[in-house]
């Protein structure tokens, strides 16, 4: 935890001290450094302010910079009088890249946890540039009730799974500002977050999302989520994705490109509160397992599951128990005649 740095990263803050902050002439400063390559560049600009500022660089009118070497900033807010951990230290990364600081002070806390007798009203934290995946960054963290991104201009990240898995205080999460270029993984990012009621996901870029499994798992108090321009082009599952959502009651999907889906099954199960599902399989190329998909949506009572054909289905065993709400009437022949097939 705090300010620890590979030895590689040391080694080059000695170095560019010991060579080229003693160097008091800014023109042969300048035609020293002009010459290194812009990564290596940037790498002694960041750890060394003296040199950033004898040749007057600013670093943040760099885009490489921007995109391989910041920090990723957030803002969050805990629940009062609580003792409990802020943040998970990634077993993923060889050392901890994450600066705590509370109450907007600029002296950083080395550890991940606080006493309850202590007034903590907000925590800033950085992640540094080595951490490429945040997967179960804040599991279990109890004590979150508000998440902000304030700062992401990374475009390294490649998993976001299990982030806030747990976080059963969690009440507003804005991810606005996430870059996901290179995201492949969502996998049960919200898991068991039991607290929060509308999600945004709209206007982020996921061209190169495979892994929706479980996203919304056990989100029991999930009543909407925002997934306007979410791009699924390249996602084969889905399965379990709002499985226990007991309070959601519509969700529109027609959006979501089904092409490359492999799994569904229990996507929808124990979604008591449901009753409006839009899902489109006009290019489907494998096979899809369905199991238990809508299993005791026991409010259902309008499917429409467009294109979708009898020959794709590789398992529907149950798909639709205890849909005791269905409306004949807004059932279209194909899915008549899996509910009639997956008894």
């Known amino acids: 935890m705090g300010s620890h740095y590979p ?64 920090s990723i900033e957030l803002e969050i807010i805990p629940l009062k009088n609580r003792q409990d951990k802020i943040i998970n230290i990634s077993k993923e990364e060889e050392e901890p890249y994450y600066h705590i600081f509370f109450n907007n002070s600029k002296k950083e806390i080395n550890r991940n946890n606080y006493n309850k007798n202590v007034k903590v009203k907000n925590i800033k934290i950085q992640i540094d540039y080595q951490v490429k995946s945040l997967y179960n960054l804040f599991e279990d963290c109890e004590n979150i ?93 889905m399965s379990w994705m709002f499985f226990g959502c007991s309070s959601l009651k519509n969700i529109n999907l027609s959006n979501f490109v089904t092409d490359n889906i492999t799994n569904m099954n229990d996507m929808f199960n124990g979604c008591s509160s449901l009753k409006k599902v839009k899902l489109s399989f006009p290019n489907l190329n494998n096979k899809i397992d369905m199991n238990y998909m809508f299993y005791k949506c026991s409010s259902l009572e309008e499917v429409y599951l467009s294109d979708l054909k009898l020959d794709k289905i590789y398992r529907m065993y149950r798909i639709f128990y205890g849909c005791n709400s269905l409306k004949k009437e807004k059932l279209d022949d194909n899915i008549k005649h899996i509910i009639f097939l997956s008894k």
């Open 145 to 237: 009730k508000l998440l902000y991104f304030k700062k992401f201009y990374r475009q390294n990240i490649n998993n976001l799974s299990f982030m806030f898995k747990g976080c059963s205080s969690l009440k507003e999460l804005n991810i606005s500002n996430i870059n996901m270029n290179n995201v492949i993984n969502m996998r049960g990012i919200l898991n068991k977050c039991s607290s929060l009621k509308k999600v945004k996901f709209s206007n982020l870029n996921t061209n190169n999302l495979t892994d929706m499994t479980g996203m919304f798992y056990n989100c029991s108090s999930l009543e909407e989520v925002n997934f306007s321009n979410f791009n699924t082009n390249r996602v084969n599952t």
């Open 7 to 70: 030895n590689k990263v040391k080694i080059k803050q000695m170095n560019s001290k010991s060579l080229l902050e003693n160097i008091k002439s800014k023109y042969i400063l300048k035609q020293i450094l002009g010459v290194l390559p812009k990564k290596i560049l940037l790498q002694i600009s960041k750890y060394n302010k003296e040199i950033r500022n004898k040749i007057g660089l600013n670093i943040n009118d760099y885009k490489e910079y921007m995109d391989l070497f910041s």
